[in-house]
């Protein structure tokens, strides 16, 4: 968040005085540390952290919780040979540090530099690209069978947290683990946080099993026990675990994974490295599939971190003093006054609410990246946060409209791909009028590939049933929010992860919402821009330097991806000899693809169509006002390319 120190607490180790981190340059620079100096390395990889996000922004707190547990891995295995696979990949950052990529690591999230994840092109300790939650397992599980039908000997370790252990995804994963029983170890990173407050019975075992003070009390006993016994030796030591099995059931009967099949140890303290370090060393011989439950803290040794770890999730970077102005004071933030597309949501459905008592709202592990936190607090009986479990949100909300309430899921574009099954069968099929508030609708800045909502109109379009709609402003969103709610009908309203145009785009006063109807911002008489939500104030900008060229664009303001406005549309065909279209969207299958789909069809037209949209590759991180540059959406290179096609 804005404004926020990082900085080390009173319980943070204390930095060497000779380094050890710059002369980490592998993980077999790590191995050759001596176990003494890996709570002073840990020490180390925290400070690195913390005073490189302060420039740069990005995940804290999950990074902070992670550390000790990061050291560990790379000092027990050795991942070259190895295979290691992190869950979500946003805690990736002293995964990074240790892994070669010390020397980068000040351009995290910045364009052209490293990803705030995990990235197969970054490294080869990176396999996969992922920002999506609990896959860890199925892909470690993967690699394991690949491994054991070409006889390599590899071990293959999954990080996943508590919070993602919840997804349906994980689950089946560990359903086919239990099956299969390859040698894989599954590290449960149990911090009670995705990025809200984890929930979810899941979680409340997990609470139970962290928090027993039989258990606890036992384990600590039996662990102290093994450790003086073990010496005697492989067999004894053997022997001794089975016991230690039995202890275990007696202990916490019913242990859900040891129902799976798996073979379950812990809880460890996280925050122990030399205690972690010991514990891998150990279930890394063992045979089978193991789950190591290892409890840490999330944003541990962050001073606000530690105690609000979801506001400090991730952070921007600390504000630069203005020259002159002496460099160790901190410059006053500066708030903008834009509002988010996010907030105007917000708002919106606090309208809506208050007029129907029918409304309800929906999310998957987001309530306060969709906004959502202030409905929840106000309408506490109306609102349902199901954890990262995006496919039963959006089944759990079919039912709701169902069973005569009217629900709005609010959930980001890029993981409303997760639900899509349920979206066609739940919803569509069984015509429950359910709303869908697609947050982070285009492209997303920093974040990257993982996150950008490029593709939902596409994936959507194609069903029958569905409306899809895009606001150009905060008045627009409001107004179409509440035209789909009471529409009766299923809905998905796009919005980007941008500031609300300020001031407003268009003319007023504004015309009601109707289905399938466009809207004409600016009239014109060379050719015409159909423009798709926020893209609108880009038209308009568009128009106005064309206008000192001599060219007078027409711009439309679509407001409907499906239907479209067919009888605007034709009219623009029969009378321009260009149409160009505009959207931040991909290129294949978005507005404009359906826009081309009407135009072929069209008899008279006398136009061509140019599509200004985003190119068939993935983006990589950047801001956002970077990405849309680079993909030719800025108001000037649009003026440009369309003063080019006109002659």
Known sequence: MD???????????????????????????????????????????????????????????????????????????????????????????????????????????????????????????????TGHAGTSISLALGLKAGADLLAEDRRVVAVIGDASLGCGVAFEALNAAGIQKRDLLVVLNDNEWSIAKTVGALSEYLTRVRTGPLYTGARKELDKWLERMGKLGDKVEQALEDVAQLARHVIVPGHVFEALGLKYYGPVDGHDVLKVLD??????????????????????????????????????PKPKPAVGEDPTKVAPVKVSPKRSFTQAFCDAMLEVAARDPKVVAITAAMPDGTGLRPFAEKFPDRFF?????????????????????????????????????????????????????????????????????????????????????????????????????????IVALRYPR??????????????????????????GSHAAIFSLGAMAGTALKAADLLAGRGIDLEVVNARFAKPLDGEALDAAFARYRWIFTIEDHADAGGFGS?????????????????????????????????????AGLDAAAVAEEIARRLG
């Open 594 to 630: 359906a826009v081309l789909e009407r135009l072929g069809e069209a008899t008279g037209a006398r136009a061509r169509l140019h599509r200004f949209a985003v190119p068939d590759r993935f983006i990589d991180h950047a801001s956002r006002e970077d990405q849309l540059r680079g």
């Open 385 to 489: 946060d199901t954890g990262i479990t995006e496919q039963h949100a959006v089944a759990f909300s079919a039912a709701l409209a169902r069973a005569g309430m009217r629900p709005v899921a609010a959930i980001y574009s890029t993981f409303l791909q997760r639900g899509l099954d349920q979206v066609f069968q739940e919803v569509l099929v069984s015509e429950a009028p359910v709303v869908f508030a697609l947050d982070r609708a285009g492209l997303v800045g920093e974040d990257g590939p993982t996150h950008n909502g490029l593709f939902d109109i596409a994936f959507l379009r194609t069903y029958p049933r569905i409306l899809l709609l895009s606001p150009r402003d905060e008045t627009e969103l409001r107004m179409m929010l509440g035209w789909a709610v009471q529409s009766g009908r």
């Open 279 to 316: 514990v891998l060393e150990r279930v890394k011989r063992i045979d089978g599939v193991v789950v190591l439950h290892v409890l840490t803290q999330k944003g541990k040794g962050g001073k606000g971190a530690e105690t609000d770890p979801q506001r400090l999730h991730g952070v921007t």
């Open 498 to 523: 941008a500031s609300c145009p300020d001031p407003e785009v268009g003319p007023t006063p504004r015309s009601p919402i109707e289905l399938g109807k466009a809207e004409r911002l600016r009239p």
């Open 3 to 129: 404004g926020i120190a990082l900085s080390l607490d009173a319980a943070g180790a204390a930095i060497p005085a000779e380094p050890i981190l710059p002369t980490i340059d592998s993980p077999e620079d790590l191995r050759r540390l001596p176990r003494e100096a890996l709570p002073r390395l840990a020490a180390e990889i925290r400070q690195t952290i913390f005073e490189t996000l302060e420039k740069t922004g990005g995940h804290l707190g999950s990074n902070l919780g992670v550390v000790e547990l990061t050291v560990a891995l790379h000092h027990a295995f050795d991942f070259r040979k190895d295979r290691l696979v992190w869950d979500v990949g946003h805690q990736t950052y002293p995964h990074k540090l240790l892994t070669g990529r010390r020397g980068r690591f000040g351009t995290i999230r910045q364009k052209g530099g490293l990803s705030g994840f995990q990235c197969a092109q970054e490294s080869p300790y990176d396999l996969f690209t």
